[in-house]
């Protein structure tokens, strides 16, 4: 799942400063999650805005609030038409891809970020959350025992683990399990420690072609013999 | 500045907004109780310290609570779930703590006449009290006839004084009689015709069960021999009958223990019970017969009486052993060893075996088994048309609470007789059903049930004193603390918000919530303890308590904090949500109550952890200048409570830093180490909030 942090309210405070009519929208799917941009940080927010406002003086601003089931379909935004008629701008609190999609769907309507995205991750416990995945297009976690060496490598490392091991934490934090260490003691348990002997050639993610598009139908956009949508 | 929304759009009724139905389930000792009290309510108003709201409630729903308050078997308590944890939470003296703290003596109840149908009532027993009362409430003109010289039926003649002082029931008869229901006492009424004759358009016969069961054993008329009725019924009006100094009760009900500890009052020496049961397996409850044995009666427990000997007067009796009281079906049918006997020698004999009705013949009434009227069960009609019946003569031998819902229920029943009304049948709503799984009944904080205080047993054998006293406050607040609120926890209210996020279950204390095999998250009813954590952390703002006022409550009480705020005109202004247990009930937070007259504003709420992080915010944003929240910490009934005080809290002072305010102007005040540490903190803050105001103001003069 995507995960996220919202920005410091004085980030937020700035962006917002030409506006007089703002509508916070919250998205109930990845940001409700991760606690980052749900109902209830909604509201949260809105509150803590008009702390701001009361504090710093001058013209109250109208807030309205609310929450989409998810922000990066065109069609739940549809629902949004009517509230955005009243407002100058619009608050994001979904994800960078939520954000872009209410710039897509309301082309006159400036629309601001109010969340971080930061990656693709899970909860440890309540309130914590580790990423997991670069989402890097060419996934190897077969060979790694199924623990990513990109993401829980510090150096992003296909081949280590690096001289920069030390019982079994990372050089870079003492905190930090070293992710190869993990990869060996997981693929010793799966007797499959020959797995650790091979090489994998470096990997040039500057071939990556941006952005990417994935066509999970029959036949590419454009052509005939898919299921067209009406 | 208060918020007002820009757009007209319709309030979507969402958790916290307070417009939510009341959902809880019925919990087992409001099912359990004949006349349906919200027991569930009231315990939890003790709890608060709000006790003439606990008195409304229970008076709303019983109409004589003070009778109960003493004298009720209390089906509830057999019920309470919280047995599973530790002991049964005391609901009976609870009941009399808040009628007796609450001044129930002082409450008048009002009746107007709004019908002409006038109704008689056959038999002032509870029923008949009950049925007159309502049907007074109701506005019909009604009469109680009674056999006897006093009013009251068995509570009067039967239950002894210790245990139910007459003043108590006094009240309640000058209570009736104020309410405008006429009386007439010595008259027995001994045909309905003669009733209807008179002009009475409905008539409700609870005649009680009155009449005691014989032994059918030889010798059983001999003088000295004296059932247990005729021999309360004497002591009660005030007669010393002398019983000698041995004296055997034949029975192990309720009524024997009765008669025995009223025999050893009137100065027997030795007073013994003679039961054919077990002694775990005898009719009287546990409490009855547990109090006769410390006032010093002996059980001889599983003998049956055989011949009773004497000439001219008892002299004892024969005891058989019995083998089994019941067969294999559960039912009454006693087998006994005839060759082991013993024989107890007495110079009187009290038999308390049981009691049936006396009907009249001439009210041509159908009776069944045991000589009982029989009725409808739903309208209490009789075979007879307009004549409608209950109590003890319709069920045998029962109790004064179901006697009194019997009452109740006819003079609804009557209500729509005389006006032609279908009876709707009441819907109570679902129940909340299952017991507590151990995993939730390890997180539940042990406190053991506290027992009114009462009378040492040689002080009581000495006369017809109260045995039981009253609680005092604190002892009353801790007990009703106990209560688990069964049926009022959380649910997933809209479950068209929920993420299945899973905060719920990593922040339950009680490990409540949990997934099903579909891995939809649910939250059994009968697990939850309302201790409405996931409520003010779910993201999604899904989840609600299944009672809402607990959390209407916040919003609803920090504008009347405002309000009064706003009147008084005295800065800064300091606001403190305030756990109001911990308030008005144990007091223990009343350091912040001191405060409060010194211009601090206090928002009580239902337990600190329902505060959420944007009621604080918004405690700021509506003009507060500082905000504390005060928590009953390790003294709360529920755990946790305080680590998440904290936790929003904290979160909460990080927010105003980036907004300019001083986290300084908010703090959580837990309770911890005594009340007096707590008043010195709360000191201090005030101090300090009251030194950034002034610096405030002079900052904001000089700028000018
Ligand atoms: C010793 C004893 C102790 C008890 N202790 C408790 C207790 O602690 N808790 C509890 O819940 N229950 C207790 N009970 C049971 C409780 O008292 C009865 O269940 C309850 O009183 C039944 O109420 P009732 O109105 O149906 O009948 P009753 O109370 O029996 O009243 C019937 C009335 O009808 C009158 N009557 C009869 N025939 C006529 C007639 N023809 N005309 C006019 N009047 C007539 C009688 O004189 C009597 O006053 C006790 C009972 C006894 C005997
Ligand atoms: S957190 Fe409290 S209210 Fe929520 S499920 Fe657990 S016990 Fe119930």
Redesign the interface.
Known sequence: MIIAEQK???EM?RMLAPYS?VLIVGC??CM????AG????V??LH??L???R???GGE?R?F?EH?L?RQCDLEFLDLLKD?VA?VDAVLSLGCGVGVQAIAEHFPDLPVLPGVNTSFVGM?D??GVWDERCAACGDCRLADTGGICPITRCTKGMLNGPCAGTKNGKCEASPEMDCGWVLIYRRLETLNQLEKMRRYYPPRNFRTIPRPRRITSRAGGPGETDGPQPA | MRFTPASPAPPVPRAGTGQLADRSLVPPCQAACPLYQDIREYVDLVAQGRILEALRVIRSGNPFPSICAYVCSHPCEDQCRRAQVDNAVAIRALKRFAVEFGGDRLVQTEAETIHSERVAIVGSGPAGMACAYYLRKLGYPVTIFEAHPEVGGMLRGGVPQYRLPRAVLDAEVERLTRMGVEIRTNTRVVSLDLLFQLGYRAIFVTVGAQQSRRLGVPGEDLPGVVDAITFLREVNLGLKPSLGDRVVVIGGGNVAMDAARTALRLGSREVHVVCLEKREEMPGSAEDVEAAVEEGVALNCGWGPGAISGDSHVTGVQCIRCVSVFDADGRFSPTYDESTTTHLSCDTLITAIGQVPQVPEDFRLRTGRGSTIQVDPVTLATNRPGVFAGGDAVSGPATAVRALAQGRLAAHRIDDYLQHRYPKPRDPGPRLEGDLEPRTVEVIRRTGRMEPPVLAPEARRKGFEPVEAVYDWEAAVSEARRCLRCGMGAEILFQDKCAACLTCLRVCPYHVPRLDEAGNVRIPPEQCQACGVCVGECPARAIALRKPHDRRQVDEELEHALNAAAEAKVRPLILGFCCQYGLFGTHSLAGVWRRARAGVWIVPVLCAAKVEAEHLLKAFELGGEAVFVAGCGEQCARENTDLWLRQRVERVRKTLAQVGVEPGRLQAFVLAGGAENLAVELDRFVERVGGLYLAEVMRREAGR
């Open positions: 410091p309210l004085d405070a009519r109930g799917t409700t999650v991760c606690g749900g109902e209830r940080e509201s949260y509150h803590a008009r702390v701001a009361a504090r710093a109250p109208i309205l929450t089931k509230r009243e909860a416990e309540w």
